[in-house]
């Protein structure tokens, strides 16, 4: 008893480290990143590189300017430019994608204290950032094997309109269609969940129960199966569903709170495709429901052993 040592909670030891779990990110995005470089070419190579650079150089100056702690060592401003470069199409100006990775690394995460007290995801902020201020940035753009495809007819937009050839579901699956650079390719990113499934660093209970809510929603307000698989297949459900609603800081920690925040993510997407003035929603549903997290949150906390009710009196 001499040596018994008594400390605050949590009592938790593991040997994740915020390093580890953003470099397992990067390598589950590789997939998606070389399919993203190998259908839209040379140009998505460098909104690629811009947007990580000037992720990592934003978070830097911050830090040196503020005189904080250098974090850039963690990799998360490495995860943030990369995510958000796959989230946008070759529309987008070089200098939009820096526009894009300033706002989502200085505005939404260091404005905030940085990693771990940012509100929202900073990537889909800065996307969303990009998409009202320059709302082409949002559109598709044709793959280097579909020239003839017109800038801007993705999937979602052909449904939506109701006008329009839709891409067999194998293009669909391999990519060979319009669409952000890192979403098309469902193979790479489910390649890329099974490696996070794998290694621990997400469950799946956000990806799963948000593409099922919006799979099961658009069979029954279409009443069609090939329009639902069009609609978990195309935007940016899975890419959005997999890795950021699944992101540590601005998602809910238990797994009744996880599948409400995939629910709402889910139903909010579905609303804004088929009722919203935007073709996608999922951007929205995560930054919505990321405002909401700590609110739903509080479904999972465990009253404490031996501990009772406030009651007034």
């Known amino acids: 008893m001499e040596n018994l040592i008594v400390s605050s909670s949590p009592h938790i030891h593991s040997r994740a480290t915020t390093r580890?779990?953003?470099?397992d990110v990067v390598i589950a995005l590789l997939p998606a990143t070389v399919a993203a470089i190998v259908l839209f070419g040379f140009k998505a190579a460098l909104m690629i590189a811009v947007c990580v650079a000037s992720a990592i150089l934003s978070e830097f100056f911050f830090s040196l300017i503020a005189k904080?702690?250098?974090t850039i060592g963690d990799l998360s401003a490495v995860v943030t430019g990369l995510l958000l470069a796959l989230n946008l199409s070759t529309k987008v100006e070089l200098w939009q994608c820096m526009l894009g990775s300033?706002?989502?690394?200085?505005?939404?995460?260091?404005?905030?204290?940085?990693?771990?007290?940012?509100?929202?995801?900073?990537?889909?902020?800065?996307r969303i950032f990009l998409v009202i201020a320059f709302g082409a940035v949002a559109g598709g753009a044709h793959t280097v094997f579909t020239p003839?495809?017109?800038?801007?007819?993705?999937p979602l937009e052909i449904i939506k309109s109701g006008s329009g050839t839709l891409p067999s579901l194998f293009?669909?699956?391999?990519?060979?269609?319009?669409?952000a650079i890192g979403e098309t390719c469902a193979i790479a990113l489910i390649i890329g969940f099974v490696y996070l499934l794998c290694r621990k660093v997400i469950s799946w209970h956000i990806p799963v129960v948000?593409?099922?809510?919006?799979?099961?929603l658009s069979l029954i307000v279409k009443q069609d199966l090939t329009?639902?698989?069009?609609?978990?297949?195309?935007?940016?459900l899975l890419i959005g569903a997999i890795f950021m609603a699944t992101d540590y800081v601005t998602s809910p920690m238990g797994r009744l709170a996880k599948v409400i925040f995939a629910f709402g993510c889910g139903v909010i997407t579905v609303l804004i495709r088929f009722w919203g003035s935007y073709p996608e929603g999922v951007s929205f549903a995560i930054l919505f429901m990321n405002i909401l997290s700590p609110y739903i949150e509080k479904i999972h906390i465990i009253k404490p052993l031996g501990g009772i009710k406030n009651v007034k009196k």
Do not use: D, H, W
């Open 20 to 23: 580890n779990i953003m470099r």
């Open 68 to 70: 904080k702690k250098q």
């Open 102 to 126: 300033m706002f989502a690394i200085i505005i939404v995460k260091c404005v905030f204290g940085g990693l771990g007290k940012n509100f929202a995801n900073p990537a889909i902020t800065g």
């Open 148 to 154: 003839e495809i017109s800038a801007g007819a993705t």
């Open 171 to 179: 293009n669909m699956l391999i990519g060979n269609r319009g669409g």
């Open 210 to 216: 948000f593409v099922g809510t919006v799979f099961v």
């Open 227 to 236: 329009i639902a698989l069009y609609e978990v297949l195309g935007g940016g």
